[in-house]
């Protein structure tokens, strides 16, 4: 079958039908319109045409089909649809006014708050592991991070804290990074170099808006008292812990530290308030330079004195728990530290050793080997010492600046406190500091015993103030110890001509109140003994009580503390011996078995040490002198001990208790009797 070819057609334009004289021949129509078209060539706008023009150029769309054969037998070629841009492009305009249509709707419509934690769980873990994997890479990572914990949702605002904080704590180097001056944005320096630039600068920024976010968190609202605002502070203080512990050397340490000391000014002792002191005092034992502690104590200091001293005695023990009190090795004040001498004492002979034959080369390599070592321990080791001296010099004046404060002021409740780190701070206490407390103490012992006195008027009268009295019993012990604790710290040898060591007044009403100590009921129990209510008591109280004013450590070891501090010395008088062994002796027959047995041991070892001056007291042969003991003489040494005997010692050879007896017995074996 043969496809015929079709006929060649010409196309044929018309006449102007507006010109009625026309002419019928094509030539003059041809003539006629050529002359038309150049009198109208004068108003054509060609770049206007050229710039409406399509700029897209005609693809032609390349047929990929097969061919088939028909049920004709046939063989035809299928075409491909002509799609124009209009119809390909019509989907998107579809789908975008079903968009527009469904905005509204979907505005209405509100996800789940389960699936929007889910989301926000997804989303953190990988944005979590993009900042693990390359740090630099995503440093873009750390904002969104930001946003995400931005939510108003109090769970999704709990787990971005928790995952910058995971984030944070692997990223931060180990080195305080500065901010980029004007010079050294205009070096010239190299890509790695800019690049490391600009992720600290990131992550820095970010950082620091993590941190304003965590104290904004801290400090809450006023008057929200919910249960998930409460956990969102839970949260914001254990990441602010957890970051002071892992990073305290890098940027915006203090704000951290005004987080932690901010929750410690309130008076609500709950969980946040132990992790705050817990995280300090971790924060004292691991500071290596000095540099945090200085920090902490400072703000510390000044948070007690814009609260009036009415803060909890632990804030204060926290201060014994700093590296200073192991490595400080000058004595200080409030104002000053006393730095030794350099110059060493070059006329000491120093051991000799037998040299080691080496050869020229080895030598050699050992003298530059030596340089090395040098330079090393100059840059790094010599400084960081001189840095830490410094530090802990400014520290040790603060921590003295707010214990005088404290005793000036005299505090009741934080007393204790600051006696009990004074006597731990006794061997770091320079010679002016000392007089000054020996002063503050001597006074505040000239008031117990006026307290004293008001006790033995009033012994009859079981009131209140007589538990206050009791109280004061504790103090006056403690204020003991803590003079003879900072004696124990000077060197008396050195300062004996300027020192004033008259702590007479301090034996003398220790003397004084051991009768009032042997009969005081809470000898042996401390805060947190159960007791029953007393029936005759005029108020119902309660079978707890409350924590003493002035440390844990009960009635018993205190006295304890003092007396050892009193009669062990070898340069103790004997009439102060034979005062105190007298009265010990009379004092124990009213003790519990625990203490009576304590204070059996402390006068063995009184025995062991001055046998012969008190020996006088078991044998009346040896006596010298004639008169009468009184007991109650408030003079010590006027109270004539050795015109007295022991009887009291056969007594308590009749205790129940087997070890007093043994004791008793391993005493006079020791003096002879």
Known sequence: MTVEPAVKRRKLSPPDSSDPDSSASTLVGQSNTQAGSFNRAAGWNLEQDYEQRSRKPKRDTENTRLPIKTADGLIEQLKVPEVTHEDGDSWLSSVEESVEDSGPVQEQTKVPIRQQILEAKEELA??????NEDPEEHAGAFRTLGQIAASSDPTIKKLGLATQLAVYKDVIPGYRIRPITEIDQTEKVSKDVRRLRAFEQSLVSSYQSYIKDLATCARGRQGESSKAASTLKQVTIACACALLIAVPHFNFRGELLKILVGKLSTNNMDADFIKCRETLETLFRKDEDGTSSLDAVGLITRMIKARNYQIDESILNTFLHLRLLSEFSFKASQNQVDKASTNDDDGARKPKFKKEFRTKKQRKIMKERKVVEKEFKEADATVSHEQRDRMQAETLKLVFVTYLRILKARVPHLMGAVLEGLAKYAHIINQDLFGDLLEILKDLILNANALLKADEEEREEEDESSKS????????????????????????ARFAPSLNLDLTDFVTHLYKSLHSFCLYPDLELSHKSLRLPDPH??????????APRVNLQTTTVLMLRALTSILTPRSVPPVRLGAFTKQLFTTSLQLPEKSTLAMVSLLNNVAKIHGRKISALWNTEERKGDGVFDAMRGDLEGSNPFASTIWDGELLKLHYAPAVREGIKGIERIIGV
């Open 537 to 546: 008591a005029r108020s119902s109280a309660s079978p707890t009580t409350t």
């Open 126 to 131: 990988r944005l979590a592991s993009l900042v």
């Open 469 to 492: 009295i009791r109280g004061s019993i504790r103090e006056s012990l403690l204020y003991i110890t803590t003079a003879f604790a900072l004696l124990e710290g000077q060197d008396i």
